[in-house]
């Protein structure tokens, strides 16, 4: 009871309601000891007063804090009482949409109605490993608790699933096996578990049934043992069946059915197989029609059939087997239609008008006549004669019905039977798991209370709150109730001993709580002459009765035991005070139900049967059989308690009460684990719960008692750690110490004064009920206080800082009037001064503009009179001009004409006077010329002055020439220019006359004119109209342009998007196929690594099978037989293993058919790649013949053409011979001379020339030797090919015979040959050249007609592309080139693909001939040139060998090749190479080996070195799996890859290498399909790698990026309570965040060490990320404590780190963070505001990386860490999901953190030169030699 001060104002309550059973409510007013009502307002604001019992002062329950709603463990809350667990399994079922939740050590399942996404393989991971309170309320956690307990206790567990028919028993023991199947380990198809699971639909088929309140209720208790070897993996199962409800076989209720197999059977009559039964609608017989509801709704009976028939044969049952069993169905229903007419009074008879008794007769093979007359009769037996007896017509109708039940219940037993023979193994079993799905027959006071109808008959019912009882309570409600009273007592003794060990171990001082003890009702019930003993007594008496039963029992057990009593008006019931009430029951019917007699003599009819399945149902008859299937190893107990078994047949009671102790021990020798499954509505709504129903089954399964239990201890308790976290607010500083321990002490004494409602552990605190709230309530007050402090200062503030505000605005206001103001005033002086200066300057303006006007007036007038005055003067100065310009032309006139005058008459004077001189001068120098001696001067030069006077005279006349040319061109130009002048004067006459003619037509101009500029005008109007046509015709062609062009942006756009989305959509494709490739090497892998268990299982059991040794001998007779008697031994020894491999083989049927499948596969292909290669080599065959004769012809022509050069170079020589022989004879003909005497200078010349002429002579004779060994050579060569060797008679008429002795002839005669083969091999290229064209000519055509075709189809595509729209056919036509650039490129990629194998196909074939032809040419020249060279020169010379380079090869002898693989693979240590050697060293040195073993053409040894290194790397990885081993042979794996890729001569690897790498690649084998292997393995290992990296992170992941508290102060903790279990798994050591970061740094550093490539090592981080972000999110979204705005912030730092990590490791390109997108989106989602539509839009477009269902999960899950945070709505989420529907991904809720992405090898070739590659001392490969 809480304290009466806890009940002040606004405190929260529970008051009881009509309607919703309890009802929240708030007090309005404090209430005070004495008050007899409390004033309370009720959640929709109406004020109620709740009165209160005078007496007993009971004060309504309170309400717990909201923070404390929807909490993941019942016992967590403060306040214990029903109410609050009503209010709490609400919450989580219908808000949170959660349906498990936790009561202390038991799980609460809620059937949701709907299918949910919670037991995937994701799911099962998830909760793989985890402690049972570290993930949310699960069936997967309780199967974890169970598996991990029973991994580390070494004792057997059990789970114990109960609840109502339709809460959903079956669906979550079906659920618990399935966790156990997967995470058993064994992945094998038709393995234990996989039968276990499929054994649930032939249960379900004859064992289920449709009931008013369930389609699929089990009428029948199972329990499964699961058995586990060592390795904890599944061996076997075992099924225990109870209390099979015999009569619905014959009797169902409205709407109810029989058993699904009935109906199932009918739906199948119309098959062929089934017509032999005789069967048809369920409507046509009595077992099947009595419930009127023959069809369930969404279920097919002849689908459901099939599953059946499916599951029985892969639990081995055979065909045969399956029609017997059907047979025998059939054989109760038609049992059933028989009628039985009554003859008389006291006997009947059988009336087979119908027939149906015949046919049960026929189907069972027995005897018609006797089971017609047993069906009526019975016998008696007396002690001296047996006597017939009829029956009435109601007992032979029982009697038939007895019957049928009969043979229903032995056909369920021998199916179980096989069922369990099929689980079976031969191993016996370490450990197991058992799972109690007791479907409806018992209900137990903690969860294990539920309704069941036992097979006496069909009762109407009503559940009483906590207990089973009827209307009229009978034998089979006391059956109930018994066990009710068992399990009740097996549960308190497990929850208080697990309360004792809870408490002893922290020491906690605790008395015993008070409870029901209800062993004094058990033993009144079991105990010796107990009700069950009388009842056996009283049945073997021959005259007992139900009514003698009742009297012994007053007799016995009334007024003597407190739990029995006598009604007060009956003597035929007793009541029994049972643990939760008193039972009423019926004595009627006890004894006949107890007996459940059957007529044996319709029993031994069965027995004559000749059907063998029938008769084997019966065969056990005789002896005494437990109603439950026991385990094949048997026990002890069981064993002894047969022995006393009366010799009678066993009574029902006695059945029941050895199968319930036989339960009892297995559960008490168990660690149980409880499920509680609850119905939450009758209706089967989804996710509504129907409080009178929900709170019905809780207190009739003892929730609330278990409640009142807790609540009477310390329910509540916390670790210090967390106590000091979470309620260190409430704590002074000078209390908080070191010691954690005793600060909550000294805390816990000032807050709590009675220290009896707390105790103080060695790890804990426990709390008293309600003590929680209190505490809660001073935090939230402590806080409350904080925030109000924090809020006045925050207040004051924001006051002080308006107020500022404020003052400030107004002095910017006052500042900014006041300027406005100054402002107005200087503008009215300022317009009143413009106002002013306006004046002025307007007067000064008009005034100017008069005297301006006055002053022009004056000046236009004086400027008149100055004109007229000038140009008077002007004229009278043009006068005066004009007359002295006559005047002077005058004058001059007259001056010229008398110079000449006076010119002419002074020249004549002047001619007179010399012309009389000269006559005197004559006169003179002819008297002078008469005399000789002037003759003589005269003549003296007259030479030289005429040889000038006559050059003068030439360049006088040439000047006159160039004169008078001169005169002539200007004459020429003058006249040409004349001519012009009088052109142009005639040319400006006729202008002038036209001038003059058009002068009359201006004014007529001038009028056109006006009229053309009014046109003008018009038409200049008409431009403007025009223009602004032309404008807006402009602005619509501007609009359609830019329509077109937006048109062909958006086409573009379209396109590109197409183009990426194909391109998209190819690479996920690309993605998809690489994933699934990948995912089927590991298949392969797994299937292969199974393959070998197999036989080595297989193998050890042929060893085992061996006969062992002899015993010693004692005698001969002695030993005689006992080896007879061992041989006897060892044969059953080996027919049992004969029978186990067989079981084996037919357990692994599944497995080996599809291993034979894929054998088969592997034939085939390997049947195709056979032939493939035998066309290959035919086709290579055939290249190398064609190669061979290409080769041939070119060696041909070499040869001819040598053969020329050779008859050039000895022409040349003979033409030399002649010039020396000329030269030789000139020089002796010229030996007298002196110019070529010896010694002189021509004679030096000469003998200079002769020693050139004799050097080339030498030359040219070296040339003709070498020439002539190369043909000899040749000719050799060829006679070789040809196979024809000559004779020493046809050796004259060969040319090579006349190759050492050259003469005129001979060469003539090779001269001639070699051209006439010229001619011949012209022919052929002519011939080939010929084909070659008309090859091209027929390719041409073709190609042609192709082009046509094409352009046909343009055309066609054209035509109706512009019949579509304008968007279709722009689609149309880009759909339709991209498929033609698509179809071009495949076509394109598929020729040069061709094209490049070809080429290296012939480029290797090209260098083995050559090498060859190499090798046979230097055979021949060692062979003729030694000979010749002794021949001519007579001399030895001694040959010097020239040191070789290493080739980069490496050999060994064939028998060291197994040490080999030993040193370099199996015994080779990571850590030593990886640090002192080269990366990569043991690929580099398997590489020279293969080179060797490919260079000396040996395939064997290249197969074999490959094979055994990659078997041997498997193994070794097999063998050493750590991390680092991987990491080195990962390295070494893709270099050796990369190593076979770079030297295998094919350009595209080529390119990268240096010419000295590409003189080591391969030549003689194409080991493309080992590359393919190679790369194989490297995924595999790759896959290896990440899946070691996944196991070391994994239990890092969760503690580190969501438990640990990396920012101080953020996390808030809230109560648990028992959360977390003793029985859990201790952490051993807590893991932060930089645990993870060292990690990855030893990941990424021990990558790069071993020699990894970069984007390898890329690849493993994005990896890492992944799993880090699906590991940490998947804990997210199963954990509802993590889902915190605190926990956001929390998320969001990690993933800080996690980024600077990569930003220090410059890996940001690597994706790594993309993979955390998802993670962050969910701590963002935590932090973001949760509340209006604005904040869903947002959720919606932020979280893309996130599916709906993640989003919904995660608001859902949303807890606030304190009061002041609030949660999210149902309304917000729905509007979530609202806007999230139109969504299209997956619906998987979790992340597969087993997702392995896809891994890549791109080429990295090695710049590491083979031939430097050293090989250490310290690996011992001395037996390796370089090459």
């Not at 909201?66 to 709490?88: K, Q, R």
């Not at 002013?836 to 400027?863: N, S």
């Not at 050999?1451 to 693979?1465: A, C, G, P, V």
Request: aromatic share 8%.
């Amino acid at each position: 009871m809480a304290a009466p001060e806890l009940y002040s104002k606004f405190a929260r309550v529970w008051i009881p309601d009509t309607t919703e059973v309890w009802r929240s409510a708030e007090l309005t007013k404090d209430y005070k000891p004495g008050d007899s009502v409390l004033h309370l307002q009720l959640e929709d604001e109406t004020e109620f007063e709740y009165k209160l019992e005078p007496k007993s002062g009971v004060l309504p329950p309170l309400r717990n804090p909201d923070i404390l709603v929807g909490e993941n463990d019942l016992t967590a809350l403060s306040y214990l009482h029903e109410p609050a667990v009503l209010h709490n399994l609400r919450v989580r079922f219908t808000d949170s949409k959660l349906i498990y939740t936790y009561c202390g050590i038991i799980l609460v399942a809620i059937n949701p109605y709907e299918s949910l996404p919670i037991y995937g393989s994701d799911i099962i991971n998830a909760y793989s490993g985890q402690n049972m309170g570290d993930m949310d309320p699960h069936i997967f956690a309780v199967s974890e608790e169970a598996y991990k307990q029973m991994a580390r206790d070494e004792k057997n567990q059990s789970i114990i699933v109960s609840g109502e028919s339709g809460a959903g028993k079956t669906v979550s023991a079906k659920y618990a096996m399935r966790y156990f199947a997967t995470v058993s380990g064994s992945s094998a198809e038709s393995s234990v578990e996989e039968k276990v699971l499929a054994s649930s639909p032939i249960m379900e088929a004859i064992g289920n049934a449709k009931t008013t309140r369930n389609d699929n209720s089990s009428r029948f208790g199972k329990y499964i043992e699961i058995g586990f070897d060592r390795k904890h993996h599944i061996v076997g199962a075992n099924m225990r069946t109870y209390l099979l409800e015999k009569s619905r076989v014959v009797f169902q209720a409205y709407e109810e059915r029989n058993y699904h197999i009935f109906y199932q059977l009918c739906a199948c009559a119309h098959l062929p197989q089934f017509e032999p039964l005789k069967l048809g609608s369920a409507d046509d017989f009595p077992y099947t029609n009595q419930g009127r509801s023959p069809v369930i709704k969404g279920v097919n009976d002849l689908k459901e059939m099939e599953a059946t028939r499916k599951a029985f044969s892969l639990l081995g049952i055979t065909e045969a087997h399956q029609m017997g069993l059907f047979q025998i169905l059939s054989a109760i229903l038609h049992l059933g239609n028989v009628v039985v007419k009554e003859r008389g009074s006291s006997s009947c008879s059988t009336s087979d008008e119908s027939g149906h008794l015949a046919v049960f007769c026929d189907l069972t093979e027995v005897s018609y006549e006797s089971m017609a007359h047993w069906l009526c009769h019975k016998k008696l037996k007396t002690a001296t004669e047996t006597l017939n007896k009829p029956v009435t017509q109601l007992e032979a109708i029982n009697g038939r019905d007895a019957l049928a039940k009969h043979i229903y219940a032995k056909l369920f037993s021998w199916i179980v039977g096989q069922v369990n023979k099929s689980l079976s193994t031969s191993s016996k079993p370490h450990s197991f798991i058992g799972v109690l799905d007791i479907y409806g027959w018992v209900r137990c006071y903690y969860f294990i209370f539920v309704l069941y109808r036992l097979n006496f008959g069909y009762r109407k019912f009503t559940v009483v709150p906590r207990f089973e009882t009827f209307e009229v309570n009978s034998f089979e409600q006391f059956c109930i109730n018994y066990a009710n009273e068992k399990l009740q007592q097996q549960f308190n003794m497990h929850v208080f001993k697990l309360e004792q060990e809870e408490y002893m171990k922290e020491q906690i001082p605790w008395t015993l709580i008070d409870f029901y003890d209800n062993q004094p009702c058990i033993n009144l019930i079991e105990a010796k002459m107990g009700l069950l003993d009388l009842l056996d007594e009283e049945c073997t008496m021959p005259k007992g009765s139900d009514e003698s039963w009742a009297q012994k029992l007053y007799n016995t057990h009334l007024k003597k035991s407190s739990h029995f009593e006598k009604p007060r008006m009956s003597n035929r019931a007793f009541i029994i005070l049972h643990f939760a009430d008193k039972v009423e029951y019926q004595c009627d019917g006890f004894l006949e139900k107890n007996k459940d007699t059957v007529n044996e003599e319709q029993i031994n009819v069965l027995k004559a049967s000749k059907f063998a399945l029938l008769v084997e149902l019966f065969q056990d008859e005789e002896t005494p059989a437990a109603l439950s299937t026991t385990a094949p190893s048997g026990r002890a107990k069981v064993g002894r308690s047969m022995q006393s078994f009366r010799e009678h047949k066993k009574s029902v009671g006695l059945q029941f009460r050895n199968s319930l102790h036989l339960l009892m021990e297995t559960l008490n020798g168990t660690t149980p684990h409880y499920v509680r499954c609850i119905k939450p509505n009758d209706v089967k709504a989804p996710f509504m719960m129907d409080p009178h129903r929900a709170v019905q089954q809780l207190r009739a399964c003892g929730v609330l008692e278990t409640i009142r239990i807790s609540a009477a201890g310390f329910p509540s308790r916390w670790t210090y750690q967390e106590f000091f976290s979470r309620y260190r607010v409430l704590m002074r500083q000078k209390e908080i110490l070191s010691d954690r321990k005793l600060t909550c002490q000294s805390v816990l004494e000032r807050l709590v004064q009675n220290k009896d409602k707390y105790q103080f552990g060695k790890t804990k605190i426990f709390f008293r009920a309600g003590q929680v709230a209190y505490l809660e309530k001073l935090r939230a007050d402590k806080l409350r206080t904080a925030c109000i402090h924090i809020q006045k200062t925050i207040r004051c503030w924001l006051a002080r800082k308006k107020y500022l505000r404020i003052r400030q605005a107004t002095i910017t206001l006052q500042r900014y009037t006041r300027g406005h103001q100054a402002r107005c005033l200087c503008k009215t002086l300022r317009r009143t001064r413009a106002a002013v200066i306006f004046q002025k300057y307007t007067r000064m303006w008009a005034a100017r503009r008069q005297f301006l006007r006055q002053r022009e007036a004056a000046v236009f007038i004086q400027r008149l009179l100055r004109g007229y005055a000038a140009r008077l003067e002007y004229k009278r100065l043009v006068c005066e001009h004009k007359a002295l310009l006559i005047q002077r032309w005058v004058r001059g006139f007259l001056a010229r004409w008398r110079f000449r005058r006076i010119k002419r008459a002074v020249v004549c004077l002047q001619c007179s006077v010399r012309r009389m001189l000269a006559r005197r001068e004559l006169k003179k120098l002819k008297i002078e010329a008469r005399s000789v001696e002037h003759y003589k001067k005269l003549n003296f030069g007259m030479e030289n002055k005429i040889m000038q006077l006559q050059r003068k005279l030439d360049e006088q006349h040439k000047e006159n020439r160039e004169l008078s040319e001169q005169l002539r061109q200007v004459e020429s130009y003058s006249a040409a220019e004349l001519e012009k002048l009088h052109v142009q004067l005639k040319t400006l006459e006729e202008a002038e006359e036209e001038s003059r003619h058009r002068g009359d037509l201006v004014t007529s101009l001038q009028e056109e004119l006006e009229l053309v500029r009014q046109e003008l005008e018009k038409n200049k109007e008409l431009v403007a109209e025009l223009n602004e046509k032309n404008t807006l015709l402009k602005s619509e062609k501007d609009e359609m342009n830019r329509l077109i062009q937006e048109q062909e942006q958006q086409i573009t756009e379209k396109s590109e998007s197409v183009h990426e989305e194909v391109t998209e959509h190819l690479q996920a494709q690309l993605n998809k196929e690489r994933f699934n490739y990948q995912n089927l090497l590991t298949e392969h892998l797994k299937l292969e690594e199974r393959y070998a268990d197999l036989r080595s299982e297989k193998e050890a059991a042929v060893e085992l099978s061996k006969p062992g040794h002899n015993l010693a001998d004692s005698g001969y007779g002695s030993s005689q037989s006992e080896s007879v008697h061992s041989s006897v031994l060892i044969g059953s020894e080996v027919s049992s293993l004969n029978r186990e491999e067989a079981g084996q083989t037919a357990a692994d049927v599944s497995l080996l058919l599809k291993l034979q499948r894929r054998v088969a596969e592997l034939e085939k292909e390997k049947i195709d790649l056979q032939g493939e290669m035998d066309i290959k080599e035919e086709q290579l065959q055939l290249e190398q013949t064609k190669e061979l004769n290409d080769c041939q012809k070119v060696l041909g022509a070499e040869r001819d053409h040598e053969a020329l050069k050779r008859q050039e170079l000895e022409s040349d020589n003979k033409k030399l011979k002649k010039d020396l022989q000329e030269l030789r004879q000139s020089l002796s003909k010229g030996s007298g001379s002196k110019v070529a005497s010896p010694g002189g200078q021509a004679y030096k010349v000469l003998l200079e020339q002769l020693n050139s002429t004799t050097e080339e002579l030498e030359m040219r004779k070296e040339e003709v030797l070498i020439l002539r060994s190369q043909l000899v050579n040749h000719e050799a060569f060829k006679h070789k090919e040809t196979g024809i060797e000559g004779d020493s008679g046809d050796s004259s008429r060969s040319p090579t015979l006349d190759l050492h002795e050259l003469n005129e002839d001979g060469e003539l005669w090779m001269a001639y040959e070699s051209l006439k083969e010229t001619n011949r091999i012209l022919e052929s290229q002519l011939q080939t050249q010929g084909q070659s064209h008309e090859k091209e000519v027929e390719g041409l055509r073709a190609e042609l007609q192709r082009y046509r075709a094409e352009l046909d189809q343009q055309q066609q595509m054209l035509s109706d592309s512009l019949e579509l729209p304008h968007d279709a056919r722009i689609q149309a036509s880009l759909q339709h080139e991209i498929s033609r650039l698509t179809q071009q490129n495949m076509d394109l990629l598929e020729q040069m693909g061709k094209q490049d194998k070809m080429v290296r196909k012939l480029k290797k074939h090209l260098k083995i001939y050559m090498k060859k032809f190499g090798e046979a040419e230097g055979v021949h020249m060692e062979q003729s040139s030694p000979e010749n060279v002794v021949g001519e020169s007579g001399r030895t010379i001694s040959i010097v060998r020239k040191e070789r380079d290493f080739q980069g090869m490496l050999e060994y002898r064939r028998e060291d090749e197994s040490k080999l693989f030993k040193i370099l693979i199996t015994e080779l240590k990571p850590r030593g190479v990886a640090v002192s050697l080269v990366p990569g060293l043991p690929a580099y040195i398997l590489f020279m080996c293969l080179r060797h073993a490919d260079y000396a053409n040996d395939d064997q040894r290249v197969s074999t070195l490959l094979n055994s290194s990659i078997n041997c790397i498997k193994n070794v990885l097999k063998k050493r799996g750590d991390f680092e081993n991987i990491s080195f042979w990962l390295a070494n794996t893709c270099r050796l890859l990369h190593c076979l890729r770079q030297y295998s001569g094919e350009e595209t690897y080529t390119k990268h290498n240096t010419p000295r790498q590409n003189e080591h690649c391969l030549t003689n084998f194409d080991l493309s399909e080992y590359q393919q292997v190679l790369s194989d393995l490297a995924i595999q290992i790759y896959q290896q790698l990440i899946r070691v990296i996944e196991n070391i992170l994994h239990p890092m992941i969760a503690p580190a990026m969501l438990e640990q508290e990396t920012i101080q102060g953020v996390m808030g903790v809230k109560p648990t309570g028992m959360r977390k279990r003793t029985t859990s798994f201790r952490e051993e050591n807590s893991h932060s965040l930089e645990s993870i970061l060292k990690q990855l740094d030893m990941f990424y550093y021990t990558l790069l060490q071993h020699g990894n490539d970069i984007n390898l090592a890329r690849q493993v981080i994005k990896q890492q990320f992944y799993v880090i972000c699906s590991v940490t999110l998947n804990h997210l979204l199963l954990r509802k404590d993590m889902c915190s705005w605190s926990k956001g912030l929390q998320i969001r730092y990690n993933v800080c780190q996690l980024e600077e990590w990569l930003l220090d490791k410059d890996l940001q390109g690597s994706g790594a963070r993309e993979s955390l997108e998802p993670l962050i989106q969910a701590a963002q989602l935590l932090q973001i505001k949760k509340k209006s539509q604005d904040d869903a839009d947002a959720i919606c477009t932020m979280c893309t990386a996130l599916t709906t269902e993640q989003i919904v999960k995660i608001l859902s899950l949303y807890t606030p860490v304190n009061e002041f945070e609030e949660r999210v709505t149902i309304s917000f989420i729905k509007s979530v999901q609202t806007l999230l529907k139109d969504r299209k991904e997956s619906s998987q809720l979790l992340m597969d953190a087993k997702i392995i992405f896809p891994v890549t090898f791109p080429f990295n070739p090695s710049p590491v030169a083979l031939e430097t590659i050293q090989i250490p001392g310290s690996l011992n490969l001395n037996f390796l030699t370089q090459v």
